[in-house]
């Protein structure tokens, strides 16, 4: 095998991140909020914020688990990768998020249970902001987990002059949710602690699951984003 070969990189077992070093995001938490970028909380909302984003970090346990896996074939609508129990198809949008990929990396990650149970409890005791400044930074924990998992699947790579395209997950963007039954099969138990319901919905709430492509830096650069040629200007989740 090359030592440029992308192959030498598959993590084809579990990798487990328990631990996620990165503080909390206080922007991007208030852009789970509905602010608008340039807000800058002050007084007694700066106040509430700072509280409650401390009490919500204090219950988060972040973690994620990960695999790199090779890509068999793909095209404009599917995405074949090998697993250690075998191939399986993902369908969707895959040209536009993942077209240029040698590698994928799938991931579950998680802000833990108890960050959730914080939330419902502020929520029955009518504390509604409260939990929903809770409930934002359970989401950007969730996201912090992501980014590490796929920073270390990432970080070898770039040696070889490859790059990560943005995640594509399940129920998003043209992706059935009914294909996280085939993510969560990649892993067997090794999930970080999350279950996947027959629903398709994953507990911990402040979980996320996905794929991220891995291919030549510069494909990656010239394709751009799904972002990129959305018309949709205004939207919270625009990269």
Not at 65 to 84: E, F, G, Q
Request: hydrophobic residues 40%; contains cysteine.
């Amino acid at each position: 095998m090359s030592v440029k070969s992308p192959h030498r990189f598959l993590q084809m077992e579990p990798v487990t991140v328990a631990q996620v070093d990165e503080p909390i995001d206080v922007a991007e938490v208030l852009r789970y909020l509905g602010y608008p970028a340039e807000y800058t909380p002050s007084g007694s909302v700066a106040e509430m914020l700072e509280h409650w984003i401390d009490q919500a970090k204090r219950a988060a346990s972040p973690r994620a688990v990960y695999v790199v896996l090779p890509v068999i074939h793909k095209d404009k609508r599917s995405l074949i990768v090998d697993t250690s129990s075998g191939e399986i198809e993902f369908s969707g949008a895959i040209g536009s998020f993942l077209g240029v990929s040698e590698l994928i990396v799938a991931f579950i990650a998680t802000a833990g249970p108890s960050i959730v149970d914080l939330a419902s409890d502020l929520l029955s005791q009518g504390d509604d902001l409260a939990a929903l400044i809770v409930n934002s930074v359970g989401a950007e924990r969730a996201e912090a987990a992501e980014t590490e998992a796929v920073r270390q699947a990432c970080d070898p790579v770039s040696d070889i002059g490859f790059a990560a395209t943005l995640p594509y997950s399940p129920g998003y963007c043209g992706m059935k949710l009914t294909e996280q039954q085939k993510l969560f099969s990649i892993f067997g138990n090794q999930t970080a602690g999350v279950r996947l319901h027959e629903s398709c919905l994953m507990t911990p709430i402040k979980s996320v699951s996905g794929l991220v492509g891995l291919g030549p830096s510069e494909l990656v650069r010239i394709e751009g984003t799904p972002c990129d040629r959305c018309e949709l200007k205004s939207c919270n989740m625009r990269r």
